[in-house]
């Protein structure tokens, strides 16, 4: 099956009006298509490994995940919709974080695709959260993409961001 490489970077600095909080995580990830890519529906299995910094510490990082999607046809062009669910073991402290995030996705044109994610967390022993993510991807060259988004976080501390990303398929 189809094989993708890629590195999850992510950092964030945030305050609740009295203290300055910083969180991060640093996963390297390979995701495989599991089955054809000729079905109407298709799936892919996730590994990475990586770092993860939060309340001051350093843990390792264990991801697994599992992925859905498929095609859409709509009046405004062809898109698609995905599903994906992983869990992120976190060593020295015991951790979990999982995740289950949803995409759909629209190509408007050959060079521009838009796209709204909502994507969910909750860590063990701790809070769950929210992110609605619409964003706009741009191909840059055969193969290679941005993408840009706003992300807006509902939680216990309602939070906004920008979200950058790229990647090339190979």
Do not use: C
């Amino acid at each position: 099956g189809a094989l993708t490489l890629g590195a999850d970077l992510n950092y964030s600095t945030f305050s609740n009006g009295l203290d300055l909080s910083q969180d991060g995580h640093a996963i390297l990830f390979m995701r495989r298509s599991i089955g054809g890519t000729d079905r109407p529906l298709r799936f892919a299995y996730e590994l990475g490994i990586g770092t993860r910094y939060r309340l001051l510490e350093w843990d390792a990082v264990l991801k697994l995940g599992l992925s859905m999607g498929r095609g859409l046809e709509t009046r405004l062009g062809n898109g698609w919709i995905a599903i994906d669910s992983s869990v992120e073991f976190e060593d020295p402290s015991g951790g979990r974080l999982t995740k289950l995030d949803a995409t759909v996705g629209i190509s408007v044109s050959p060079r521009v695709k838009t796209m709204l994610q909502i994507q969910s967390s909750y860590r063990s022993k701790d809070v769950y959260n929210v992110d609605f993510i619409p964003s706009i991807v741009w191909k840059l060259k055969p193969k290679s993409y941005m993408l840009m988004g706003i992300e807006a976080r509902h939680s216990p501390i309602k939070t906004y961001g920008l979200k950058v990303g790229f990647w090339r398929d190979f």
